[in-house]
């Protein structure tokens, strides 16, 4: 019979996108953390921008909960499995707490909520509003059954608030969290694929701390901790020891070009028996000493295509790791840079590792192949045996001239496309993997760079 331990949560979900969930996550994370509560926090759906933000908050590896990627019992393990080590776990929700696939509810902020029963907090942007903000409350809380608890009001002023929190508290009987006010100086900055990485805010500390100091003078922190108290209790679980003994030695690509990875997939790689070393193909001269396979994740290698192309001797080190037999696993970002060339916007071109053969071209829309979708494999290779089906996800501002065809993409709405090279001992494409889901992959990726 498994023991269940009370795990003390909330989740903060939007009414929509750019409701500033984020900046307001962020701003309760650094309150929390200043008080010396040891924090968990997550991110529902496939973000990698968000957790960068989370884990420099709290010192703490934060975690994706995707229910297209997972199942509810999965979401239940990975919820447990880390907020078990922690005081308090925060959740920030993706796009509008009902926004799931298509234009349906399915695999959204709300799923998660529901599966994981996490005492959930709505961010209303209320800009513009004032009584219409309880209508549009209530029909928020009365959709669907749900665990709303509360609410935050956003671009709010003091003044506003403290007359709306007494009309809303007694007409609705849901508590005013508290209040963000209109505040230019927090704004996070953005580009084509959402916020800037962590590591490209210059002045991220400043707005972290300002932040810090909105939420905890315009959060009830005490009343949101109360509502995460009232979370049920979760299972406690078994999280998998890493071995001692190492039987492969992968490189992973880590600097401003290369940092989009699930923590999952790096902890999974490390239980199955790899030893994981950082490199940075931007910065670095040649590869780590002694590696068996390279790991390039996502990221934006058009912002440092230059660096990149003229990195001359990291190039000849990873096509000489090739030539050798050594197996690499690229995504996305990783994928581009695996290609002959890197073609802008403006028609400019510079040579990439040349391991694939097409060229990827920037392109000033997102690329409509994205999302999320079924990768169902079409051939035996060294990567994968034909016949499976992953759950993948694309997100693009470019597009290839050639996709490679070792996968046929399936998208919800029953639209198709090829997908994914798998040229002997190199797989690279724009599908992101969750190992979880795909363990066979990342078994056979660290067998193939073995010690033996």
């Not at 963000?180 to 959402?194: E, K, T």
């Not at 916007?345 to 060229?359: A, C, H, V």
Request: hydrophobic share 35%.
């Amino acid at each position: 019979m498994s023991r269940e331990k009370n795990m003390p949560r909330i989740l903060l979900a939007g009414a929509n996108s750019g409701c500033g969930k984020t900046s307001i996550t962020c701003g309760i994370l650094k309150a929390l953390t200043d008080k010396k509560i040891k924090i968990q926090s997550y991110k529902c759906g496939p973000d990698y921008i968000d957790p960068m933000l989370h884990s420099h908050i709290t010192g703490r590896a934060c975690r994706n909960l995707d229910p297209f990627f997972s199942t509810e019992e999965d979401l239940r393990y990975l919820m447990a499995k880390d907020s078990q080590k922690a005081e308090f776990s925060v959740v920030e929700g993706v796009m509008g707490y009902y926004d799931g696939i298509g234009v349906s509810c399915e695999k959204s902020t709300y799923s998660v909520s529901m599966a994981t029963t996490t005492p959930t907090i709505l961010i209303i942007n209320v800009k513009g509003m004032s009584h219409t903000m309880i209508p549009l409350i209530k029909g928020m809380m009365e959709y669907k059954e749900n665990p709303v608890k509360g609410v935050i009001l956003n671009r709010c002023s003091k003044g506003l608030y403290q007359l709306m929190k007494p009309e809303i508290e007694n007409t609705l009987g849901i508590k005013v969290v508290g209040y963000f006010p209109n505040n230019d100086g927090v704004h996070i900055g953005s580009r084509h694929l959402g916020l800037m990485t962590a590591a490209e805010i210059s002045n991220l500390d400043e707005v972290i701390e300002l932040l810090g100091e909105i939420a905890e003078e315009c959060i009830d922190l005490e009343l949101l901790m109360k509502l995460g108290q009232e979370a049920p209790s979760l299972p406690e679980v078994t999280v998998p020891a890493i071995p001692e003994q190492k039987t492969a030695r992968i490189a992973v690509a880590w600097d401003k070009a290369f940092c989009f990875y699930y923590q999952e997939n790096l902890d999974i790689l490390r239980q199955k028996g790899a030893e994981l070393v950082w490199f940075s193909p931007v910065n670095d001269k040649e590869l780590p000493e002694d590696i068996g396979g390279i790991y390039f994740g996502g990221g934006y290698p058009e912002t440092y295509r230059k660096e990149l192309s003229e990195n001359v001797s990291m190039k000849e080190s990873i096509r000489k790791a090739v030539s050798e037999g050594k197996p690499v696993l690229a995504e996305c970002g990783g994928f581009m840079y695996t290609c002959e060339n890197l073609v802008e916007t403006d028609g400019s071109s510079m040579p990439m590792l040349g391991l694939i053969p097409t060229d990827v071209r920037m392109t000033k829309r997102l690329s409509m192949e994205f999302g999320y979708v079924s990768m169902e494999t079409q051939r035996d290779t060294a990567f994968f045996p034909k016949g499976m089906t992953i759950p993948v996800h694309e997100f693009h501002y470019s597009k290839a001239d050639q996709r490679g065809d070792a996968c046929l993409m399936r998208k919800y709405s029953g639209k198709t496309w090829e997908g994914e090279y798998v040229e002997g001992n190199v797989m690279a494409g724009y599908p992101h993997l969750y190992f979880r889901n795909c363990q066979e992959v990342a078994e056979r990726f660290i067998k193939m760079a073995g010690n033996d």
